[in-house]
């Protein structure tokens, strides 16, 4: 069994109408992510072996797009935030991982609005990227 470390993936067993949980959708967007769909303030500390940096607003709300909830987010120093999914209390953050060990705190958390992420149109297209690959998968 292979072993996750994504923020709630112990209890992250949701499924969508093929009944892919989000531990499937991390296997799936593990061979997506990119640098080129990294934040692009972020691209040149992008790794493969830190695939999750600079992925979350983009792969929060396709996520909201498969299961819907609602995408909160973390105030993070420099007023950005970072973006996890809250479907119906099932919380998990399949871009945690590029924290490290930094514990965050997913308590509280403002709801994220599509409309202000998207109006940035280099992150659309990088949402619109990750969108049309999954079904490939």
């Not at 691209?43 to 929060?60: F, H, M, V, Y």
């Not at 973390?74 to 060990?101: A, K, M, W």
Request: some cysteine; proline content about 4%; overall charge negative.
């Amino acid at each position: 069994m292979r072993s996750y470390h994504f923020y709630g993936w112990e209890t992250a067993d949701i499924k969508d109408e093929r009944g892919l949980t989000p531990r499937d959708y991390y296997d799936i967007l593990s061979d997506i992510w990119c640098a080129d769909t990294c934040a692009p303030r972020m691209r040149k500390d992008w790794t493969p072996e830190n695939r999750t940096l600079g992925q979350c607003s983009i792969t929060a709300f396709l996520l909201q797009d498969i299961y819907g909830g609602k995408v909160r987010g973390i105030l993070r120093p420099g007023g950005n935030y970072h973006c996890f999914n809250d479907v119906g209390g099932c919380v998990f953050d399949l871009t945690s991982e590029q924290f490290g060990d930094e514990v965050l705190d997913y308590e509280n958390c403002p709801e994220q609005d599509r409309a202000v992420h998207f109006a940035k149109e280099e992150k659309r297209l990088r949402y619109e990227y990750l969108r049309e690959r999954v079904p490939e998968r």
